[in-house]
């Protein structure tokens, strides 16, 4: 069966950055591209990109280009998301999520505090 | 980025049918269709319908989708206690090449 795993509950000081993992099983991880989505507090759900693991191909939400890094190991079936430059606006939980049929498999999400 | 419009929140009876909608506009949901997804608190979401009336394996066909234009809109028949939970739509936006996400509709049952 189909399942993202991801890393646990960060908290950063403003300023810092942040990388959170997405494991990948129960599929071919190169046949999907992995979206990234995150959800602040108490608010809706917010797209930051996808990337395509199978050749590292990427797009990301304007909102988040310059701050935003998603990469993959391949070896691994592993996707990462690094954002930069962290605000207490940045304080979410951020969710890899599969492209299959529309974003049909989800991780478990990871909370990202930012606090000074 | 711009977003798509959904009723706040809707509240209906037990058993009663609930349907609200999702306001886009030609270059998202009237271009591709929307996608639904349903989330309950403290839950990642679940995707209940894609390409406006797709169901994947193992949801209730008591969820159904439409689209008419630039809107679409999502019916939950008999409701049942277990359908108390947030749902949001989302789309393709080919003007701003992103995924967009509606604002979210709470869906009470009484």
């Known amino acids: 069966q189909v399942q993202l795993v991801q890393s646990g509950t960060e908290v950063k000081k403003p300023g810092a950055s942040v990388m959170v993992s997405c494991k990948a099983s129960g599929y071919t991880f190169t046949d999907n591209y992995m979206h990234w989505v995150r959800q602040a507090p108490g608010q809706g759900l917010e797209w930051m990109g996808w990337i395509n693991p199978n050749n590292g191909g990427i797009n990301y939400a304007q909102n988040f280009q310059g701050r935003v890094t998603m990469t993959r190991d391949t070896s691994i079936s592993t996707a990462y998301m690094e954002l930069s430059r962290l605000s207490s606006d940045d304080t979410a939980v951020y969710y890899c999520t599969r492209h299959g049929d529309y974003f049909d498999y989800w991780g478990q999400g990871t909370l990202v505090t930012v606090s000074s | 980025q711009a977003g798509l419009t959904q009723p706040p929140s809707v509240s209906k009876d037990l058993r009663q049918t609930a349907t609200f909608t999702c306001t886009g506009n030609?270059?998202?949901?009237?271009?591709?269709?929307a996608a639904w997804l349903q989330q309950h608190q403290g839950h990642p979401p679940k995707l209940l319908s894609y390409?406006?009336?797709n169901r994947p394996s193992g949801i209730s066909e008591r969820f159904s989708a439409s689209r008419s234009g630039n809107t679409a809109s999502l019916t939950i028949t008999g409701l049942q206690p277990e359908d108390e939970a947030d749902y949001y739509c989302s789309a393709w936006d080919s003007s701003l090449s992103a995924h967009v996400f509606g604002t979210g509709t709470k869906v009470t049952v009484l």
């Open positions: 030609s270059n998202n949901v009237g271009n591709e269709g």
């Open positions: 390409r406006n009336n």
